[in-house]
């Protein structure tokens, strides 16, 4: 069990601010999971919570990965930034997807690199 979230590396945000994104995308997805399958997020917290941290360098690779999770049921979430500080509002930065099984979430970001 696992949660992959994702962060666009071509925005130039902050250190700061993509942990900031990328706990927004968590926050969401968790909330998320808990609707879609509590029972895979009982499981995911026994076992420690995993979380795998990935970049892409653009929108349209974010929102695909976003839309691919969608289409195969997982819990997800798209961050959008408000944009009070580093960023445009409406500014698409992070994606969370999961928890849910490994095999699941490799599906879709097993061909992503690490932060």
């Known amino acids: 069990m696992k949660m992959a979230i994702i962060l666009r590396t071509d925005l130039g945000m902050g250190k700061g601010k993509m942990v900031a994104q990328g706990g927004h995308a968590v926050v969401e997805a968790f909330l998320n999971a808990q609707k879609i399958n509590p029972k895979a997020v009982e ?42 500080t580093q960023l445009k509002p409406g500014t ?24």
């Open 92 to 115: 698409l930065t992070a994606v969370a997807i999961g928890p849910d099984k490994d095999e699941k979430i490799d599906k879709i970001t097993g061909h992503l690199k690490l932060l």
């Open 43 to 84: 499981e995911w917290l026994k076992e420690g919570q995993k979380k795998v941290v990935l970049k892409v360098s653009s929108e349209d690779e974010l929102i695909e990965l976003y839309n691919k999770a969608k289409a195969e049921g997982l819990p997800c979430s798209i961050i959008r930034d408000a944009g009070h």
